[in-house]
DNA sequence: GCGACAG
DNA sequence: ATCTTGTCGC
């Protein structure tokens, strides 16, 4: 596991980060298909806070994409760099999640994010972001419909339903399990959305989640255990 | 104007 | 996100 600090120039205000955003926004790129589904790499990125003690982990857990077995894993630890502010997320993960990745010991392929990518109020979220930031490909899938509005996608798994902001269509509402709640997916970086939503049901063998969302998720937990612990010792860890 | 709002 | 044990069900 590595640690960061915040960077250096990091946005302290909600007028600096949008001003980022704003900047960056017009770096994405739509116009590429992506990968093939199942084929290469994909890899899960999450965070997760302690917010008494101002510590962030995040974890990069990279799949064979035909496979879904786990070619490799990565997680960091820092301070937690911004507030969570709604359309603000990705200033509060990027910084760990950039050093969990750049301390895979492979290429990371396709990036599967925790939130949103084009589905945004200034249509520049997480997946977006960290896809311009990295020049990777990448796109969210959120367990949330945010602000925007959809229809119930039909109850077979694989359907599907635009989400709307306004009239765009910014991402889709994606049933990867039969009958349950849809989950939410938008194109970050260098995907199609038609590709995304493929490599989404690629990803839901079994669960509602993305395994790559599912295995980030529990190793930043762990991850996250870990510092808390080694930042105040407990009686179990101290015996042995 | 106020509240809601990814994680 | 997080607070949180056992328990119901495939």
Not at 19 to 39: H, I, M, N, W
Not at 110 to 115: F, H, K, P, S, T
Not at 128 to 141: E, K, N, S, Y
Not at 163 to 189: I, Q, Y
Request: charged share 20%.
């Amino acid at each position: 596991m590595t640690t960061v600090n915040v960077p250096a120039g990091w946005p302290a205000t909600e007028e600096e980060a949008r001003a980022v955003q704003d900047e960056l926004r017009a770096e994405v790129v739509l116009d590429e298909p992506g990968p093939q589904p199942g084929t290469g790499h994909v890899t899960g990125v999450d965070v997760a806070y302690d917010d008494a003690r101002d510590i962030v982990a995040a974890a990069a857990v990279v799949l064979d994409a035909a496979s879904l077995d786990v070619v490799a894993e990565a997680t960091a630890v820092g301070r937690i760099s911004f507030p969570y502010i709604p359309g603000l997320l990705a200033f509060r993960e990027i910084p760990t999640v950039l050093a969990a990745l750049e301390a895979l010991p492979c290429p990371p392929g396709l990036v599967v994010c925790d939130g949103y990518g084009l589905a945004h109020p200034r249509r520049f979220g997480l997946a977006a972001h960290l896809g311009v930031l990295t020049g990777l490909p990448t796109f969210g899938v959120a367990k949330n419909p945010f602000a925007f509005t959809y229809d119930d996608p039909d109850a077979p798994r694989g359907s599907s339903s635009p989400l709307l902001a306004g009239g765009d269509e910014v991402g889709r509402a994606l049933r990867t399990r039969a009958g349950v709640k849809p989950v939410f997916v938008s194109v970050g970086h260098r995907v199609g959305l038609d590709g995304a939503c493929a490599h989404t049901l690629a990803l839901t063998p079994r669960f509602r989640l993305p395994e790559t969302t599912r295995r980030a998720d529990s190793l930043c937990r762990r991850a996250l255990q870990e510092a808390t612990i080694r930042q105040r010792p407990t009686s179990a860890s101290a015996e042995s």
